[in-house]
């Protein structure tokens, strides 16, 4: 039970403090472990209470890992981007953009699929930073609009991208997030990428 085997206790128990080496980049294959231990965590936090524990159960880190690697070992068509925010070498956080994937968006719409950032890391901006950094990867590749998925109930989620300049658009749908068919509603928050030469 000692678990101080690797260094002297150095395992990133360090005391919270600022931030001051905070970045976010370009994920690599090798940070696959790490993504998948934080969108563990988040996706465990977000569905506790809202879908039957079995299924909270098996949102493991390596099934995680494993789709994230092979994504980035073979990225799908078109602008899929995976980011991560670290705090120091520390990843701390992951956002995944892609092209929208609904029947009602255009081909210039992009969507943030995934906007994880690990509970401990929390009001020191990660979040800001990770979703400033795929919209400009996406504004890059010609996107005029962005959209992202939550659950209609998330209130925190919806009020950091409501602060980020989303609104819904009204789109909504059920996913089924159980064996037994379970649903839960989503909500679709958008927001209109002004190019930069309008500044």
């Known amino acids: 039970m000692g678990g101080h085997d690797h260094g002297h206790g150095q395992d990133h ?3 919270p403090g600022p931030v001051a080496d905070a970045s976010v980049r370009a994920a690599r294959q090798n940070d696959a472990p790490a993504v998948g231990v934080v969108q563990s965590v988040v996706f465990r936090e977000v569905y506790a209470g809202r879908v039957p524990d079995d299924v909270v159960a098996m949102f493991e880190p390596e099934p995680f890992a494993r789709a994230w690697r092979d994504s ?3 990225p799908p068509p078109g602008v899929h981007r995976l980011l991560v925010a670290c705090a120091g070498e520390q990843v701390v956080g992951a956002a995944a953009i892609g092209p929208s ?3 009602d968006t255009g081909p210039a719409t992009g969507e943030v699929t995934l906007l994880a950032v690990h509970p401990q890391a929390r ?3 990660h979040g800001s930073r ?3 950094a795929g ?3 996406l504004r890059e590749a010609g996107a005029d609009s962005v959209a992202a ?3 209609a109930d998330d209130e925190a989620g919806r009020a950091f991208l409501t602060a980020s300049g989303f609104g819904p658009d009204g789109a909504f749908r ?6 037994d068919g379970d649903t839960l509603r989503e909500v679709r928050l958008g927001a209109t990428l002004a190019s930069p030469e309008d500044g």
């Open 13 to 15: 128990e360090h005391a």
């Open 72 to 74: 980035l070992a073979a």
């Open 101 to 103: 994937q609904d029947p």
């Open 123 to 125: 009001r020191q901006g």
């Open 130 to 132: 990770l979703l400033n």
């Open 135 to 137: 919209v400009d990867l």
């Open 149 to 151: 998925w939550l659950l």
């Open 174 to 179: 059920d996913r089924v997030v159980s064996p």
